[in-house]
């Protein structure tokens, strides 16, 4: 199996990265891996990842970052499978409200590679073998900051996690049919932005300690 693991910056991945270099389980199975660092948002994920698969076709693409959860509840740390994604603030606000592309009539909501509007993973028997907790996301340009925002994106989404590049691996991934995960962990609670209240040390940790976990049992 030839697997292409993308994050937008190497940090993210950095504790995988070491543990690759030094381990000697993916030398015993049929397994090789590319990393690919894009630099974050959607537009350099989606250019970048795009350039690779000019030039190599791989079996499998996950991509692997940090994210803002939409739910104050949850718990920093914690790592999610990412199911449905959606570029969420891709319209117009008008009036104090807020129509996307599908609203406006500028695009199909059920034509490849959207369902319903958003970009669902239809990988289901991958997700389920991450064995992660599932959620959708949402992928934006403007980091969220007002309540009023993030309470649309739960409610019209669903949305749990918030990126900045998530969308964009579905968005390719879909058109070109290849099998791909999204997996994230939970960095800071969206809103005003505090860094002292997050935690990426953590989130990070725990993101890489799944994504070997997960590499290692494919």
């Avoid at 070491?18 to 049929?30: F, S, V, Y």
């Avoid at 959620?135 to 669903?158: F, L, M, P, W």
Wanted: aromatic content about 8%; hydrophobic content about 40%; overall charge positive.
């Amino acid at each position: 199996m030839h697997c292409l693991l993308v994050a937008a910056t190497a940090a993210e991945i950095a504790p995988f990265t070491e543990h690759l270099a030094t381990t000697e389980k993916l030398n015993h199975i049929d397994f090789d891996i590319d990393i690919l660092i894009t630099g974050v948002g959607s537009n350099a994920t989606t250019y970048h990842l795009t350039r690779y698969l000019q030039h190599k076709r791989p079996d499998l693409v996950i991509q692997a970052g940090v994210a803002g959860a939409l739910d104050p509840e949850t718990t920093l740390g914690t790592v999610f499978a990412v199911t449905h994604d959606v570029f969420a603030d891709q319209g117009v606000l008008e009036n104090g409200a807020f129509q996307d592309i599908f609203d406006l009539k500028l695009a199909p909501p059920n034509v490849l590679p959207y369902k319903k509007g958003v970009l669902p993973n239809p990988y289901s028997n991958l997700v389920k073998r991450t064995r992660l907790k599932k959620a959708k996301a949402v992928t934006v340009n403007e980091i969220t900051t007002q309540k009023k925002t993030t309470a649309y994106y739960s409610e019209r989404y669903g949305a749990r996690l918030e990126s900045m590049e998530g969308a964009s691996l579905h968005f390719v991934c879909l058109l070109e049919t290849i099998s791909f995960l999204q997996v994230r962990s939970i960095s800071n609670h969206v809103g005003i932005r505090n860094k002292k209240k997050w935690n990426l040390p953590l989130a990070i940790g725990q993101l890489n300690k799944e994504l070997i976990r997960l590499l290692e049992s494919l």
